[in-house]
T-cell receptor
Framework: GAVVSQHPSRVICKSGTSVKIECRSL??????MFWYRQFPKKSLMLMAT?????????EQGVEKDKFLINHASLTLSTLTVTSAHPEDSSFYIC?????????FGPGTRLTVL | QKEVEQDPGPLSVPEGAIVSLNCTYS??????FMWYRQYSRKGPELLMY????GNKEDGRFTAQVDKSSKYISLFIRDSQPSDSATYLC???????????????FGQGTILTVHP
């Protein structure tokens, strides 16, 4: 149980385009999902908390207009990186809050050329 | 001072060794303690979850929490090459409130178990 999927697993895009990443809880409902960013050999950096049916809460320093989050259902949250630039290249990981703790997706590797 | 401190390693041990991974923290409000394992280019996988002080064992893994010392540990017995990964400690506050479910992570320890 407690499986979280992400799609796509890898995406390469041109600078200036927008990229959408989906996060799904497959076998449980998640009122709350989280989005993280991880740089090589570094720990996870929380970007925002996504709550079903309400606006996301962004961490300090994270641009909400750049990283759009939508949590339209109890099993799906999306992160859209708008007008992506090379510095947005990173490993993006989502998690879903289960009964006791967070369960993580497999991550999405974004490369912006 | 970071809220959660974890020695990043890297840590290299021979197969069969006992591995000890540790984290210290400064905020006494943390009540839930977790260990995640992360393989390269993958998402973290929950290994152990404990509430408050005490020990918890699951197969070759034992998690210990000492709230009085603000110190948590993960022990891996009979380590295997497949245990080679980054191990992240994480902790959270009591349920409820705007911080509900938010995790504070350590920096992660890179472990290599060589045959």
């Amino acid at each position: 149980g407690a499986v979280v999927s992400q799609h796509p697993s890898r995406v390469i895009c041109k600078s200036g385009t927008s990229v959408k990443i989906e996060c799904r809880s497959l076998d449980f409902q998640a009122t709350t999902m989280f989005w993280y960013r991880q740089f090589p050999k570094k720990s996870l950096m929380l970007m925002a908390t996504s709550n079903e049916g309400s606006k996301a809460t962004y961490e300090q320093g994270v641009e909400k207009d750049k990283f759009l989050i939508n949590h339209a259902s109890l099993t799906l949250s999306t992160l859209t990186v708008t007008s992506a630039h090379p510095e947005d290249s990173s490993f993006y990981i989502c998690s879903a809050l289960g009964a006791d703790t967070q369960y993580f997706g497999p991550g999405t590797r974004l490369t912006v050329l | 001072q970071k809220e959660v401190e974890q020695d990043p390693g890297p840590l290299s041990v021979p197969e069969g060794a006992i591995v000890s991974l540790n984290c210290t923290y400064s905020n006494s409000a943390f009540q839930y303690f977790m260990w995640y394992r992360q393989y390269s280019r993958k998402g973290p996988e929950l290994l152990m979850y404990t509430y408050s002080s005490g020990n918890k064992e699951d197969g070759r893994f034992t998690a210990q929490v000492d709230k009085s010392s603000k110190y948590i540990s993960l022990f891996i017995r009979d380590s295997q090459p497949s245990d080679s990964a980054t191990y992240l400690c994480a902790m959270s506050f009591v349920a409820g409130g705007t911080s509900y479910g938010k995790l504070t992570f350590g920096q992660g320890t890179i472990l290599t178990v060589h045959p």
